[in-house]
């Protein structure tokens, strides 16, 4: 059973850079084809994809997002990370990581984009 | 605002059927699968839905999904008092400018 657990201080100044881990275990990062993801959920509000790295390494944000995010993994720790500079009360929020993926039913023809394992999520306050 | 637009609340007696919905466009309903998740208050997300009609293992029969054109639907039938949480839809938008993936933003299900 694969399972994903954020970790990272859950205060951050503003104009600092936001750093969260995650770490997942019952799997090999590097095996399979998915997409580790980060998402965010401000509170009362809905989910908000923040972006995603591929196995390959390969990676896409959002767009809104893109100048200020940088995701990377670590192989060796099994871990994924998140790192956002700049940050304002606006970014305060619950991040949650998770395991997206894309199957794969043959002959070039694949399926959508979705999220199978989540991380419990971690809340993240930029106060001073 | 999100990409994607949900009522914002529902609601349903207990036992009886319940849909949600999800607009999008051609960018990304319109061309792109759709999921659904399940979070239960103070809770993460779960996945309930994925490939528009799919279940995951473990997932009763009463969820159901289907899509059409640039519309989504999520379909819970003999609603339980379990079942109150919010719901939400997600695809993957393929703008040639802003590629990304996307959510609704949510709809808040009530067994009265």
């Known amino acids: 059973q694969v399972q994903l657990q954020e970790s990272g201080p859950g205060l951050v100044k503003p104009s600092q850079t936001l750093s969260l881990t995650c770490t997942v275990s019952g799997g090999s990062i590097s095996s399979g084809s998915y997409y580790w993801s980060w998402i965010r959920q401000p509170a009362g509000k809905g989910l908000e994809w923040i972006g995603r790295i591929y196995t390959s390494g390969s990676t896409n944000y959002n767009p809104s997002l893109k100048s200020r995010v940088t995701i990377s993994v670590d192989t060796s720790k099994n871990q994924f990370s998140l790192k956002l500079s700049s940050v304002t009360a606006a970014d305060t929020a619950v991040y949650y990581c998770a395991r997206g993926r894309e199957d794969y039913y043959g002959s070039g023809s694949y399926g959508g984009y979705y999220f199978d394992y989540w991380g419990q999520g971690t809340l993240v306050t930029v106060s001073s | 605002q999100s990409v994607l637009t949900q009522p914002p609340s529902v609601s349903a007696a207990p036992g009886q059927k319940v849909t949600i919905s999800c607009s999008g466009s051609?960018?990304?309903?319109?061309?792109?699968?759709v999921s659904w998740y399940q979070q239960l208050p103070g809770t993460a997300p779960k996945l309930l839905i994925y490939d528009n009609n799919k279940r995951p293992s473990g997932i009763p029969d009463r969820f159901s999904g289907s899509k059409s054109g640039t519309s989504a639907t999520l379909g819970i039938t003999g609603l339980q008092t379990g079942d109150e949480a919010d719901y939400y839809c997600g695809t993957w938008d393929s703008s040639l400018s802003a590629a990304a993936g996307v959510f609704g933003g949510g709809t808040k299900l009530t067994v009265l």
């Open positions: 051609s960018s990304n309903i319109g061309n792109n699968y």
